[in-house]
């Protein structure tokens, strides 16, 4: 990699001028909206201005912050090495996949809100019940992304790899794995996104911490400038996680020209 590209690829993402230009309008219509909304019959708890926002900002607890944070990264983790296992076992039987293939499908096929409630039926643990519902939720998807990058590796590089009689260990680790680090990187990407939307919805229902949980009193106090708070912080912090999981990209690929 070029060090001017090295550079970049390590470098805090910015905005590009028209985001930040709809942006900087977006926020001067709401506060706008939130200065006249008594004069046009809107009650003005429901268009709260900036200055409401910042203090509820202001008032943010970071250990609920770092809670939803290590809830998500433990149960990707989780959800990662069961899935890529699963791949590794549908890779290396067609009979397995057959047979277990379609509950995977099954499982997929099963809303998020469906999951939560049998976790609150099902389990007494609260984290428990938030990991559980990751699990079957970012686990299935990232044991199709493996399985399809594990069968994107060529038959000739699989053949030439197996001529100097590799054990199953090397094969995977000098062949398989380099072979589909992009593609599971980039299902990190998407699960990531998914997970911190779905650990949100499954910490309204029982949890005494987390984001997900300060949303929830927000709408019982009908806090609208809590309520935006509270997703300010969540999109901040996916946009961190985001622009981690890219440095660790470029570091994992950097054998790359481009």
Known sequence: MLPERKASAYAFPRLP???????????????GLSYFAPHLGIAPIAVPGFGKIARSLASVTPVDVAVTLVRVIVSLVISFVCGLLLAIWFYRSEAVERYVGPLVRLLMAVPVISWILFAVLWFKSTEFRICFVLVVTCGPIFMVDALDALRGVSRELRQMVRSFRPTPLQLFTKLLLPATTPALLTSWK??????????????????????????????ELFSVADVFAWTIVLVGALFVLEWVLTRIEARALRWRVS
């Open 190 to 219: 998407i699960n990531l996104s998914l997970a911190i939307r779905v650990v949100t919805i499954a910490e309204l229902v029982g949890a005494t911490t987390g984001i997900g949980h300060q949303l929830a009193i927000a709408e």
């Open 17 to 31: 001028r028209e985001a930040v230009v709809s942006l900087v309008v977006l926020a001067l219509l709401w506060e």
